[in-house]
T-cell receptor, first 112, second 115 residues
Framework: SQQGEEDPQALSIQEGENATMNCSYK?????LQWYRQNSGRGLVHLIL?????REKHSGRLRVTLDTSKKSSSLLITASRAADTASYFC????????????FGDGTTLTVKP | EAEVAQSPRYKITEKSQAVAFWCDPI?????LYWYRQILGQGPELLVQ????????DSQLPKDRFSAERLKGVDSTLKIQPAELGDSAMYLC?????????????FGPGTRLTVL
């Protein structure tokens, strides 16, 4: 069963525009992570936000967390063609240390 | 930079045959994960090891799947017999045991096609 659900399922934008992806989850969490996956490859960790944090930045990435709404968003600013990938949120509910449950992802296409 | 190694990268087999995948985690990472990812979906945890011990295998189809990590380092995932529905990407990941942080490092995956 998937804990996180990403929205939208697919997103297509022009290079230079911002991309926003959302993740909703069902149970309380210890932390939430975002990963990127290029086609046919493994996942790459982008950023982790803990349950007591509301916002984190890393380069062109900005992640927010609203525990009252059980949701998170990932913003990629000034997108590039190289940002084309699938993006997954993963939640750690704390019931099993180290276990993360992944959503089905948002597929982002950035057109040059 | 240290990476998680997996082999083979691609495997084509016929149903009812046995297949095995190998994973070598990043040195020093005590936790190792095997995931199955069906096209268009997110990774689903099959089994999680802490050193050589299984921590979670609740989603592992134990009638046909087995996993081992005998010396707490590299790991093998086996399917016997393979079924058509097993066609998927099999991902291995590893992580350090840090409090409040379970960042996982993924290998490139093994793409399995069952004919």
């Amino acid at each position: 069963s998937q804990q996180g659900e990403e929205d939208p399922q697919a997103l297509s934008i022009q290079e230079g525009e911002n991309a926003t992806m959302n993740c909703s989850y069902k149970t309380s969490i210890n932390n939430l992570q975002w990963y990127r996956q290029n086609s046919g490859r493994g996942l790459v960790h982008l950023i982790l936000i803990r349950s007591n944090e509301r916002e984190k930045h890393s380069g062109r990435l900005r992640v927010t967390l609203d525990t009252s709404k059980k949701s998170s968003s990932l913003l990629i600013t000034a997108s590039r063609a190289a940002d084309t990938a699938s993006y997954f949120c993963a939640t750690d509910a704390g019931t099993n240390a180290g276990k993360s449950t992944f959503g089905d992802g948002t597929t982002l296409t950035v057109k040059p | 930079e240290a990476e998680v190694a997996q082999s083979p990268r691609y495997k084509i087999t016929e149903k009812s045959q046995a297949v095995a995948f190998w994973c070598d985690p990043i040195s020093g990472h005590a936790t190792l994960y095997w995931y199955r990812q069906i096209l268009g979906q997110g990774p689903e945890l099959l089994v999680q090891f802490q050193d050589e011990s299984v921590v979670d295998d609740s989603q592992l189809p134990k009638d046909r799947f087995s996993a081992e990590r005998l010396k707490g380092v590299d790991s093998t995932l086996k399917i016997q017999p393979a079924e058509l529905g097993d066609s998927a990407m099999y991902l291995c990941a590893s992580s350090l045991d840090l409090p409040h942080s379970n960042e996982q490092f993924f290998g490139p995956g093994t793409r399995l096609t069952v004919l």
